[in-house]
Every structure is written in C-alpha cells, then in structure tokens.
Nanobody
Framework: QVQLVESGGGSVQAGGSLRLSCVAS????????VGWFRQAPGKEREGVAT????????NIADSVKGRFTISRDSAKNTVYLQMNSLKPEDTAMYYC????????????????WGQGTQVTVSS
C-alpha cells in the first residue's frame, strides 16, 4: 500500500518561503504521479501541483503558478513543494496525494493521502 509522509509546514510571514517534503513508499512500480493539495478552514480541498516521476512534467494550479514549484529527488523518493511569495490566503493544511489516472492536481484522482502538514501565513 502506498504511504505518503509530509513535513516542512510551519508559520511564516507574508512574502516568505517554505519547502514542503513528501516521502513516498509502497509503490510497486517506478513511474507514478504524486501531488500536493490543500484545504483551508471551511473550504473544499483543492489541487496545487503534481509531478510525474516518469516524465518529470510538473502541473501547477493557476492559483499558485509563478510562486510555487514542484520537484522530486528520485534517490530519496521525495517530492518537494517550494512555496515562495506566500500570501495569507495560502494558509491551509497541505496534503500529499497519490494520483491515479492522468497526472494533474485533481482531488478526485487521489487514492492515497498523507496526514497533512499545516502552513500558516500571517500578514
């Protein structure tokens, strides 16, 4: 079974940066899609970014494009979300998700979730 473990969340002032990490395990194949999703209080969970380990192609949501980047370290089975120029509206619980189907940050395509890591951005 796929397991995902996130880390790297925290509190930061607006304009600051954070890097989230997601360690993936349990895959029986080397090519898969992993993504980052977030859920703010009172809002639905939304997709942020995905990356496919075979193509290395990132897919970034318009809401964070230009500020967030996704990357991976294959040797560490780790996917990173680099978040720059953070805004208070980026405050949310961030989840790592194993995406099945076309690789895109679509919540409905996630079959496994990590436990989440909190990101809080103050103004």
């Amino acid at each position: 079974q796929v397991q995902l473990v996130e880390s790297g969340g925290g509190s930061v002032q607006a304009g600051g940066s954070l890097r989230l990490s997601c360690v993936a395990s349990g895959y029986t194949y080397s090519r898969y899609c992993v993504g980052w999703f977030r859920q703010a209080p009172g809002k639905e969970r939304e997709g942020v970014a995905t990356i496919h380990t075979g193509t290395e192609r990132p897919n970034i949501a318009d809401s964070v494009k230009g500020r967030f980047t996704i990357s991976r370290d294959s040797a560490k089975n780790t996917v990173y979300l680099q978040m720059n120029s953070l805004k208070p509206e980026d405050t949310a619980m961030y989840y790592c998700g194993a995406v099945f189907g076309p690789c895109a940050p679509v919540v409905g395509r996630v079959q496994y979730w990590g436990q989440g890591t909190q990101v809080t951005v103050s103004s």
